[in-house]
């Protein structure tokens, strides 16, 4: 079975700092990984996917996120938050050959002025 | 270009009754997929249809039920309703429904409220 764990359930950061949002993943074969931020009442916004390749996966609006196979993480990354960055954001996983999008429990993120 | 498309927006029931959900995909996609979102939580995979035929289903009960017409339109049925079905209902489009380009785009939800 494949899961993703997103061990924070709230993130707060400071306008202008880095802000980092965790991942984890278990699953058999490949992952294919993707970040997802949803606002309130709103559907889920595609921010970033990782299939292969570069490691380090840039996205929308200034995001990027970074796949590390040995430690089965996938966390999400920006070099500047703003206060309009504050949402929800989704972990989730395809497996190989799966049609099963597998979400985290997500996390709050909130970015103070 | 049309994102994805759902309706109703908002819709309250009572238990026992039934309700229909639609979701008009991305012109071009033929897959459309189900999740349930429970306030406070992930959403949850419920069904996937390809090409109108049913290609993978979650851990949903027999209540739950969906179909995709040929226009890939689709439908999601929940009958004899229980207070806890009440969630935002979202739909997905994808091109295909498997393999490395299977990146699903998320429509604006239904949200389901059960009295």
């Known amino acids: 079975a494949q899961s993703v764990a997103q061990p924070e359930d709230q993130v707060n950061v400071a306008e202008g700092n880095p802000l980092t949002v965790k991942c984890t993943y278990s699953?058999?074969?490949?992952?294919?990984l993707f970040w997802y931020v949803q606002y309130p009442n709103r559907g889920l916004q595609f921010l970033l996917k990782?299939?292969?390749?570069?490691?380090l996966v840039k996205g929308s609006y200034g995001f990027e996120a970074e796949f590390n196979k040995s430690q089965t993480s996938f966390h999400l990354k920006k070099p500047s938050a703003l206060v309009s960055d504050s949402a929800l954001y989704f972990c989730?996983?395809?497996?190989?050959?799966?049609?099963?999008?597998?979400f985290g429990k997500g996390t709050k993120l909130s970015v103070i002025p | 270009d049309a994102g994805v498309t759902q309706s109703p927006t908002h819709l309250i029931k009572t238990r026992g009754q039934h309700v229909t959900l639609r979701c008009s995909p991305i012109?071009?996609?033929?897959?459309v997929s189900w999740y349930q979102q429970v306030l406070g939580q992930g959403p949850q995979f419920i069904f996937q249809?390809?090409?109108?035929?049913?290609?993978g289903r979650g851990n949903f009960p027999d209540r739950f039920s969906a179909r995709q017409f040929p226009n890939y339109s689709s439908e999601l049925n929940v009958n004899a309703l229980l207070l806890g079905d009440s969630a935002l209902y979202l739909c997905?489009?994808?091109?295909?429904?498997?393999?490395?380009?299977?990146?699903?785009?998320f429509g604006p939800g239904t949200r389901l409220t059960v009295l």
């Open positions: 997905a489009s994808s091109r295909v429904y498997s393999g490395d380009y299977n990146e699903q785009f």
């Open positions: 699953v058999s074969g490949n992952p294919y």
């Open positions: 990782y299939i292969t390749g570069d490691n």
């Open positions: 989730a996983l395809f497996g190989a050959g799966s049609y099963q999008l597998t």
């Open positions: 012109s071009g996609h033929k897959s």
């Open positions: 249809y390809y090409e109108k035929e049913e290609r």
